[in-house]
């Protein structure tokens, strides 16, 4: 019995260590957001600011396949109007076809269309980038990690908002012996997580995003409001998770207590 429960626990611990542990890089930066807790939920305006961050400046060269446009609209995400996310979709160029001629064609997209890849193939986006893809941002939240260690982990979550936050705010000029080694079209970032010479030039820059809201538009400011935007779109059922699981904890806990009271009548006559 005891050495079942002694594999039991190796298993778990195996299996809670995550897998990219040899690649530990910089922490993230510790900021905290409104989604953040067992009650914490998306700021409608943050994400709002956000898509327009990823619409005006990211959407340049990373796709986002597994979010569709009328996901703006649904409920616990930005919160944008059926019209307007009609707008929104036809701002955005979408490959469509055969038409009856046999071609491809060219037209606005529509709620019903996924966020397209600014890049024909794999082969064009390494291309325009000095060889590397920038990856599909849709789920980024959840492949990076933030900090390290799986204590620390099932505490503050994993990180991932935090670490694209960092990502963007955190270019800096590398020291002079690190310079002598820096590779042709690479900028140095210690918070990238593989090997602080990352091919994305810096995105984002103070006031480059006017936001509808007057919001504060630093780099800072920006980098908060699209990693939140990134948290969002990895994980859209968020507020409906943490909603269900309250009242799934609320259940159990009025369950246990009627379980109680059954318990000690089955048993009465034994007393
Ligand atoms: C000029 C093109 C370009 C723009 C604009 C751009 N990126 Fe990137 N991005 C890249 C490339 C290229 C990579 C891959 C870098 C590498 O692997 O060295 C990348 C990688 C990333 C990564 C992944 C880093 C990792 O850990 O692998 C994130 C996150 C990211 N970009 C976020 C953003 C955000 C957010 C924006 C908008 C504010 C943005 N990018 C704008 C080109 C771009």
């Not at 994993?158 to 990502?167: A, D, F, R, T």
Request: glycine share 10%.
């Amino acid at each position: 019995m005891k050495k079942k429960l002694s594999l039991l626990v190796a298993g778990l611990v195996a299996f809670a260590v995550p897998a990219k542990a040899a690649e530990e890089g910089t922490p993230a930066k510790g900021i905290s957001y409104s989604f953040e807790g067992p009650f914490g939920t998306f700021d409608r305006a943050q994400l709002q600011r956000g898509y327009k961050v990823y619409k005006e400046v990211c959407s340049g060269c990373h796709s986002m396949k597994y979010v569709a446009f009328r996901n703006l609209s649904d409920k616990g995400g930005p919160a944008f109007t059926v019209e307007q996310t009609k707008a929104l979709a036809a701002t955005f160029t979408v490959k469509d076809g055969p038409d009856k001629d046999g071609n491809m064609f060219d037209r606005p997209g529509l709620p019903s269309d996924y966020f397209p890849s600014p890049f024909p193939n794999p082969e064009a986006a390494a291309a325009a980038n000095g060889g590397a893809i920038p990856p599909d941002l849709s789920l980024i939240t959840k492949a990076r990690e933030g900090w390290h260690g799986t204590f620390n982990q099932l505490v503050n979550g994993i990180g991932g908002p935090q670490y694209v936050y960092s990502l963007i705010t955190g270019y800096s000029e590398p020291d002079e012996a690190l310079k002598k080694e820096q590779p042709e079209g690479k900028y140095y970032n210690k918070y990238f997580a593989s090997g602080h010479w990352i091919s994305m030039p810096p995105p984002l820059a103070d006031g480059q995003v006017t936001f509808d809201d007057g919001a504060p538009n630093t780099l800072d400011d920006m980098a908060r409001d699209v990693s939140a935007y990134l948290a969002w779109t990895a994980e859209p059922k968020m507020e409906e998770r943490k909603q269900t699981g309250f009242m799934v904890l609320i259940y159990l806990a009025v369950l246990a207590g009627l379980m109680y009271f059954v318990k000690k009548r089955v048993w009465s006559d034994l007393h």
